[in-house]
């Protein structure tokens, strides 16, 4: 059972390593875009951004802002809000 799993792993690791070598010489930086990509090579990889509820949808949206704001706004803090 063991090495099952192990192979299980490995297999996920490669695919995760392979979606994110492809996605590195992309020059996208929208998170919906690149799940999107990613999400055609392995479901599981974009299910990690589930957007069923409201609350999974704002927690997403939160996370773009975030990136863009951090990225370019050199006052940007994150609150608990």
């Known amino acids: ?3 099952l799993s192990a192979f299980a ?3 996920k690791l490669q695919k995760v390593f ?3 070598f492809f996605i590195s ?3 996208l ?3 919906q875009e690149l799940g999107s990509i990613a999400g055609n090579y392995d479901n599981e990889l974009w299910s990690v951004f589930l957007q069923l509820t409201e609350e999974q949808k704002k927690c997403f949206e939160l996370l773009e802002k975030a990136y863009v704001d951090a990225r370019y706004d050199k006052n940007y803090k994150i609150t608990k809000e």
Do not use: E
């Open 18 to 20: 392979t979606v994110l």
């Open 9 to 11: 792993l490995l297999i």
């Open 25 to 27: 010489f992309l020059k």
């Open 1 to 3: 059972m063991l090495a």
């Open 29 to 31: 930086h929208n998170l």
